[in-house]
T-cell receptor
Framework: AQSVSQHNHHVILSEAASLELGCNYSYGGTVNLFWYVQYPGQHLQLLLKYFSGDPLVKGIKGFEAEFIKSKFSFNLRKPSVQWSDTAEYFCAVSANNAGNMLTFGGGTRLMVKP | ETGVTQSPTHLIKTRGQQVTLRCSSQSGHNTVSWYQQALGQGPQFIFQYYREEENGRGNFPPRFSGLQFPNYSSELNVNALELDDSALYLC????????????????FGSGTQLSVL
């Protein structure tokens, strides 16, 4: 079975600061990788996903993530955060033959100060 | 809006009771999955249904069961409730043609908050 760990439970940044949220997974086979975001009072929504190919994936709202297979990592990055990025961020994986049946990490709460 | 609605939004039950949570997906969404999100944790996969049949299950006991109907609605049933079942239950659907497609986006509902006393 796969597992996902997110290193930072809470992150506080000022606007325009750069963001990197860590995500490591544990699984012996091929995985698919996802980042989801949950804005206050809203539903979970997909930021970006990786299936294969270019390990640098670009998502919505200026976010990107890099898959480093040797490190079992899929860190999320954004060069300059905005106050509207305040949300909870979840990394998730699925086994290659399991489609959208996801294993989520514990989440990182990001607060961006204006 | 995701087009996925869940009811009720909040529910209080006592230990040992049974509960049914409901989800209504967009027309054409053949795949529905359910997740349990305990306070301060990420969602945990319970099971997935594709065209009214269960086609994937997480590490949850048999007292968690589900149904999917032809009208794109579905249910999560939990028998013999335990205190640890207190959580936010999320429904997610997609238009996946096979039930395993990664190319189809998952649409999440806002969840049902279940409290077991």
């Amino acid at each position: 079975a796969q597992s996902v760990s997110q290193h930072n439970h809470h992150v506080i940044l000022s606007e325009a600061a750069s963001l990197e949220l860590g995500c490591n997974y544990s699984y012996g086979g091929t995985v698919n990788l996802f980042w989801y975001v949950q804005y206050p009072g809203q539903h979970l929504q997909l930021l970006l996903k990786y299936f294969s190919g270019d390990p640098l994936v670009k998502g919505i709202k200026g976010f990107e993530a890099e898959f480093i297979k040797s490190k079992f990592s899929f860190n999320l990055r954004k060069p300059s955060v905005q106050w509207s990025d305040t949300a909870e961020y979840f990394c998730a994986v699925s086994a290659n033959n399991a489609g959208n049946m996801l294993t989520f990490g514990g989440g990182t709460r990001l607060m961006v100060k204006p | 809006e995701t087009g996925v609605t869940q009811s009720p939004t909040h529910l209080i039950k006592t230990r040992g009771q049974q509960v049914t949570l409901r989800c209504s997906s967009q027309s054409g969404h053949n795949t529905v999955s359910w997740y349990q999100q305990a306070l301060g944790q990420g969602p945990q996969f319970i099971f997935q249904y594709y065209r009214e049949e269960e086609n994937g299950r997480g590490n949850f006991p048999p007292r968690f069961s589900g149904l999917q109907f032809p009208n794109y609605s579905s249910e999560l049933n939990v028998n013999a409730l335990e205190l640890d079942d207190s959580a936010l239950y999320l429904c997610a659907s997609s238009q996946a043609k096979t039930g395993y497609s990664l190319n189809e986006k998952l649409f999440f509902g806002s969840g049902t908050q279940l409290s077991v006393l």
